[in-house]
């Protein structure tokens, strides 16, 4: 159960790698800040928790658990909020279900999620659990623009301690491949409403029957509201050339979505891919496989799992795997595709990863080959063919000398497409969508065929509003190149500038600045940090996920160890502790050898943010001088070489939370500005010193054997602080 103390600071729980971090990382954070009156709590948004508190009614009253997302999403519209929001599962349809079998199987009765639910009950429960999946949390916490950036003490690591970069040649075969009409790019529509109004959006029939697919929207005067569709015959004949260009080119065919955010579309998306691949199982077999409950948005690993007893079928599928170009592959050891799982191929992750490797992906063979990167909408899809040109034109990024690019990301109260999901669908036939105002006027309209993917997304004045003012506060900061990254031929984003441009204007800062199309913006933005200086780039929503990967993960190797900063609109913060693509393959080698690589720099970084913003706003100066010391902390993690190894055997995440304490008590027990402060960490700083050998000694004697959590999705506390609190020498010095 989550606490229900109401904490000065809140470090939310989540899941996998970081969660398991947390249970080392949270009791030294709360014994060292408790020297300063300040309590630190936790409130549950990992998916087992969220699906937990969706289903009251079918768990026992022991079982069942407060809504604590619901809680937050009202905290953080407050002055007091301070959260610290590490990063959760965005779950797909697969992980949905395997999350609810794990808590079934530990004794929770949940319904099952209804693939095709047919009667009013399971339709009711389908309808929860899709509050679940996708992007649920960071929607409804994000109450304010976003500010990412690499700390100065990580960048400066960075260069000092340059990594791996593959390298590109002219003559590489790899290329993005995306839709030239009929996509959500071509198809967007966008106004600016000129007064507060209600809407709906209905689907015309051919024979002029009315279907309302939503109702209830309501809008404040000033947002700009989007609507577009994707054509499914468009997005199939797209498909089916790019498996036949692959094949003829001799590349890996690699499909790169957001399956996870973009929760409604995008595994539709991926679901045309596996069926266009497949076509001729499809054609062939389909009755048989409709019978098997395959569906091809839930991937290739869920369809053979439906069909192990169909050896003809099975046949088949090698037969055409064989003759298809190969798939760039999730893990080539163990046979998974890129159209195994919608959510193990995120295009944010996957792209920059290809790139950093100098356009090589892993083939089924178990070597790296050259990729056509397919990632069907335009709308984005620009930014990473222009790195992708750009390098084979320049050769790769140097590290050392690479300058940095920052961003500041519109994404406050759903904006933009990440807030579209209640306003997604499926066509089910022919006709005409309209959004409808309140008052009769049609916003907008799309003829449209059964099986497009229609959407439509809005972005409040006030988020836009604050957007701006904050990149013009950053410029200011900085001194540096600033980029709006918009495209004045692109619908939305003319709506857009029409805030923009006015308000630089009306500020004195319209020199600060260049407006620019992603493509050129993105070439802009490599040529200024090969040469060793900061840009930054003002985006929306989506490209503010996309860049916040893309630049660091070559700048920095990863971007879990970016600064990120969300400053909410209502006074509160929000300070993020970056991405977590990569622990799923954490927690597998934890569990198989108990060693966990997870680098906690970002939570290091995202603490001494939210002391130092807690000092401010409570006038506590004693969190003032516990985060100037996170600060010197983190520093000498990163020059004394403490972070986690790679391998079994070697220091991992738990002793890097040995070091950090170690040097967060020594840098507080040498400080003057609080005296208490200081006696009172001096003898802590002794004992962590002291014992060091024992400590080191206790946690390489964890290593090596197989750990025990009680579960993937859900697990056993005791169990899991076991694993990761494993030092008695340390945990007597902690408490």
Request: charged share 25%; aromatic share 6%.
């Amino acid at each position: 159960m989550a606490d229900t103390t109401n904490p000065d600071i809140i470090y939310t729980k989540v899941d996998e790698a970081p969660e398991l971090a947390s249970a080392s990382f949270l009791p030294i954070i709360q014994k060292f800040a408790s020297a300063a009156g300040v309590t630190v709590g936790t409130r549950d948004i990992s998916l087992a928790g969220r699906i937990l508190a969706t289903f009251p009614e079918f768990l026992t009253e022991d079982q069942r658990q407060s809504d604590d997302l619901a809680e937050l999403g009202q905290l953080v519209k407050t002055p007091e909020a301070n959260v610290i929001k590490l990063p959760n599962i965005s779950a797909s349809v697969p992980q949905l279900v395997a999350a609810v079998k794990e808590l079934q199987a530990q004794g929770y009765a949940l319904p099952d999620y209804p693939d095709a639910p047919e009667t009013d009950e399971e339709k009711a429960v389908r309808a929860k659990y899709d509050t679940i999946k996708g992007s649920a949390v960071n929607p409804v916490l994000r109450e304010g623009n976003s500010d990412r950036r690499a700390a100065k003490a990580v960048k400066a690591y960075a260069q000092s301690n340059p990594h791996r970069m593959g390298d590109w040649s002219a003559d590489s075969k790899t290329r993005v491949s995306s839709m030239t009409s009929g996509d959500f790019r071509s198809n967007e529509k966008s106004a600016t409403l000129p007064a507060e109004t209600t809407a709906k959006i209905v689907l015309i029939a051919e024979d002029g029957s009315e279907t309302v697919l939503k109702d209830g929207l309501s809008f404040p005067a000033g947002t700009v509201v989007d609507a577009t569709f994707m054509s499914a015959k468009a997005l199939d004949a797209f498909i089916s050339e790019e498996i036949a260009s692959t094949k003829r080119d001799g590349t890996l065919f690699s499909l790169h979505l957001k399956a996870t955010m973009m929760k409604v579309s995008d595994p539709i998306i991926f679901g045309h891919a596996v069926k266009s691949y497949l076509q001729p199982v499809f054609d062939k077999h389909g009755d048989k496989l409709a019978e098997a409950g395959v569906n091809p948005n839930s991937g290739l690993g869920d369809m053979m799992a439906r069909i192990t007893d169909m050896p003809e079928v099975k046949g088949d599928i090698e037969r055409v795997l064989a003759e298809r170009p190969p798939l760039y592959m999730v893990d080539s050891d163990k046979g998974l595709t890129n159209l195994h799982v919608p959510s193990d191929v995120i295009v944010d992750a996957s792209m920059p990863a290809l790139i950093r490797a100098g356009g090589k992906g892993w083939g089924p063979d178990g070597k790296e080959h050259d990729s056509n990167c397919v990632i069907p909408d335009s709308s984005y899809a620009s930014v990473y063919e222009e790195t992708i040109n750009y390098f084979k034109e320049t050769g790769k990024l140097d590290p050392a000398t690479a300058g940095t690019v920052q961003n500041i990301g519109l994404m406050a109260q759903k904006a933009e497409e990440y807030g579209s999901h209640p306003t997604t669908f499926e066509i089910p036939h022919n006709g005409t969508v309209r959004m409808v105002l309140g008052d009769g006027t049609v916003l907008h309209e799309h003829a449209v065929e059964t099986g497009d993917i229609w959407r439509s997304a809005s972005t409040r004045k006030a988020p836009i509003q604050d957007w701006v003012q904050l990149a013009i506060d950053r410029q200011k900061a900085e001194g540096c190149e600033a980029i709006f990254w918009l495209d004045e031929t692109r619908a939305h984003d003319a709506e857009l500038l029409k805030y923009v441009t006015p308000i630089l204007d009306a500020k004195g800062v319209a020199d600060k600045f260049r407006i620019m199309a992603p493509r050129e913006a993105t070439r802009a933005s490599f040529e200024t940090i090969r040469e060793g200086k900061t840009s930054i780039a003002v985006t929306g929503n989506v490209l503010r996920d996309y860049l916040t990967d893309l630049f660091p993960i070559l700048e920095l190797a990863t971007s879990a160890k970016m600064l990120s900063i969300v400053k909410l609109m209502n006074g509160g913060g929000l300070f993020e502790t970056g991405a977590g693509g990569s622990a799923p393959k954490h927690v597998q080698q934890l569990m198989e050898q108990n060693h966990l690589r997870w680098d906690s720099l970002g939570e290091f970084c995202a603490l001494g943010e939210s002391l130092q913003f807690l000092a401010d706003v409570r006038s506590n100066e004693k969190a003032r001088v516990l985060g100037k010391a996170v600060d010197a902390a983190t520093q000498g993690i990163l020059d004394n070489d403490r972070s986690p190894s790679r391998k079994v055997g070697e220091p991992d995440n738990r002793d890097s939370h040995y070091w950090f304490a170690r040097y967060w008590a020594e840098a507080l027990a040498a400080q003057s500005e609080e005296a208490e402060l200081a006696a009172h960490f001096a003898p802590i700083a002794k004992a962590l010193a002291d014992k060091e050998a024992a400590i080191l000694s206790e946690l390489a004697a964890a290593q090596g054997q197989p750990a025990d959590l009680g579960g993937y999705y859900h697990t056993d506390a005791t169990k899991t602080e076991a694993v990761m609190r494993p030092s008695a020498t340390l945990n007597a010095i902690i408490g």
